[in-house]
């Protein structure tokens, strides 16, 4: 019962522009369910939109601002719910 994410996807940008992370997951998402976008070293950011696509499938998205060349890392999606966790692969943020 737990939400399971489809494939996260890299995100490229220039120095100094904002990137955005789509988490998509298949499950039935509710109020109560936490969503995060989580770096490589542990570092936890807040989804900020989340929206139910149908009754199977929900999304939501992150922004990293101002992103410099130390923005660079990986990224994951998780969730916690009252069915489970899920975790998403990692995917890169590019800084160039």
């Given at each position: 019962?737990?939400?399971?994410f489809?494939r996260?996807?890299?995100v490229?940008v220039?120095?100094?522009?904002?990137?955005?992370?789509?988490?998509?997951a298949?499950g039935?998402w509710s109020?109560?369910?936490?969503?995060?976008l989580?770096?490589w070293?542990g570092?936890?950011?807040?989804?900020?939109v989340?929206?139910?696509?149908n009754?199977r499938r929900?999304?939501?998205?992150?922004?990293?601002?101002d992103?410099?060349?130390?923005s660079?890392?990986?990224h994951?999606?998780?969730?916690r719910?009252?069915?489970?966790?899920g975790?998403s692969?990692?995917?890169d943020?590019?800084v160039?």
């Open positions: 019962k737990a939400p399971h489809l996260l996807q890299n490229e220039n120095v100094g522009q904002n990137a955005s992370f789509l988490c998509t298949g039935k109020q109560h369910d936490k969503l995060w989580q770096q070293n570092k936890d950011t807040a989804l900020m989340t929206r139910v696509v009754h929900f999304s939501a998205t992150v922004s990293i601002g992103t410099s060349q130390r660079t890392s990986r994951r999606c998780v969730i719910s009252d069915g489970g966790s975790v692969n990692y995917a943020l590019i160039k």
